[in-house]
């Protein structure tokens, strides 16, 4: 990652995060917030923060008898977007052992590397708006 950015992300990825947990409790949403950026083409490393919005996990429930795990679901969805440089859940490829398939985490390509944002916890259509949220105060930014 270039100095500029390596300086830059921890701010930043703050008020993504924050953008994305004004946006869930707009929807009236609980979960996880992840944000991620990476300057490789082909991402080798990256820096990432993440925030609890309401919830770390759920509980069992007859729709989800195992319960979930939001803060691994939001992070399988940035792993997918890693991989395939396209929004999760694109279905460009079948998903992969460790990825979950699911809609919620966007990508785009910024000024200084992929950006990638995620969330878990509400439905999928809910999940992309937050996500949305927080990529538009990193793309404006990095």
């Known amino acids: 990652m270039n100095c500029r950015t390596i300086d830059l992300f921890p701010a930043v990825a703050d008020k993504a995060l924050q953008a994305m947990k004004k946006r869930a409790e707009e929807l009236s949403i609980k979960g996880v917030a992840v944000v991620a950026c990476s300057s490789d083409r082909t991402v080798k490393s990256w820096s990432s923060k993440m925030l609890v919005v309401g919830h770390l996990t759920a509980a069992p429930s007859p729709k989800s008898p195992a319960g979930s795990n939001f803060l691994a679901i939001a992070y399988a969805k940035a792993a997918e977007m890693a991989s395939t440089q396209n929004d999760s859940g694109s279905q460009i490829r079948p998903p992969m052992k460790g990825e979950t398939g699911w809609k919620g ?38």
């Open 105 to 142: 985490g966007v990508v785009v390509r910024g000024k200084s590397g992929l950006l990638i944002a995620a969330f878990s916890g509400g439905p999928s259509e809910d999940d992309v708006k937050v996500s949305r949220a927080g990529l538009k105060v990193m793309s404006a930014a990095l």
